[in-house]
T-cell receptor, first 115, second 109 residues
Framework: GAGVSQSPSNKVTEKGKDVELRCDPI?????LYWYRQSLGQGLEFLIY????????KSGLPSDRFSAERTGGSVSTLTIQRTQQEDSAVYLC?????????????FGDGTRLSIL | GQNIDQPTEMTATEGAIVQINCTYQ??????LFWYQQHAGEAPTFLSY????GLEEKGRFSSFLSRSKGYSYLLLKELQMKDSASYLC??????????FGTGTRLKVLA
């Protein structure tokens, strides 16, 4: 597609369940970012991928969060044993090569609600 | 620490001019971005500043003063469709972007 695609757009699940969020970046973009956006908060950086490698995982909130990227394209963010504080919008963004003066192109996000 | 401050909310009238300020204190600075985000939608890129001065792009302009840690986004000839949140983000280096909480702009008829 022409833009960054995320799925599902909405996810409601019970506390303690695992969830998997998917991001399809713009074709040819080597850099991929995951952010979390909570109500009234700025975008919180979670993880960055350059190709399939994640040189910066410093933003992952806990060891319940993990992410991978395959084929330099699709990325999945997995949250294990979800907690209510995980409720937020999870945004994915990609850029051509990462860093510097390159704008990020964002997907519409996945709205995650933990009951 | 890393900190970006923006006003939470602003209101302006259709056809008017509005200035949205952003101040930042970050451990590194390699450029500042402005994004627009309509409710429930993805943020979209508006402007980028890395040198001091004004960058103009149609109805939108963005200004940067690195010595003051300050930027503003200027929107002219406001339209109803400009009602959105405006996010200020600093690229601090090493692929890390720091975002402000955003300014929610309401444009009134």
């Amino acid at each position: 597609g022409a833009g960054v695609s995320q799925s599902p757009s909405n996810k409601v699940t019970e506390k303690g369940k695992d969830v998997e969020l998917r991001c399809d970046p713009i074709s040819g973009h080597t850099a991929l970012y995951w952010y979390r956006q909570s109500l009234g908060q700025g975008l919180e950086f979670l993880i960055y991928f350059q190709g399939n490698s994640a040189p910066d995982k410093s933003g992952l909130p806990s060891d319940r969060f993990s992410a991978e990227r395959t084929g330099g394209s699709v990325s999945t963010l997995t949250i294990q044993r979800t907690q209510q504080e995980d409720s937020a919008v999870y945004l994915c963004a990609s850029s051509l090569t990462g860093g510097g003066n390159q704008p990020q192109h964002f997907g519409d996000g996945t709205r995650l609600s933990i009951l | 620490g890393q900190n970006i401050d923006q006003p939470t909310e602003m209101t302006a009238t259709e056809g008017a001019i509005v200035q949205i300020n952003c101040t930042y204190q970050t451990s590194g600075f390699n450029g500042l971005f402005w994004y627009q985000q309509h409710a429930g939608e993805a943020p979209t890129f508006l402007s980028y500043n890395v040198l001091d001065g004004l960058e103009e792009k149609g109805r939108f302009s963005s200004f940067l003063s690195r010595s003051k840690g300050y930027s503003y986004l200027l929107l002219k000839e406001l339209q109803m469709k400009d009602s959105a949140s405006y996010l200020c983000a600093v690229y601090s280096g090493t692929y890390k972007y720091i975002f402000g909480t955003g300014t929610r702009l309401k444009v009134l008829a």
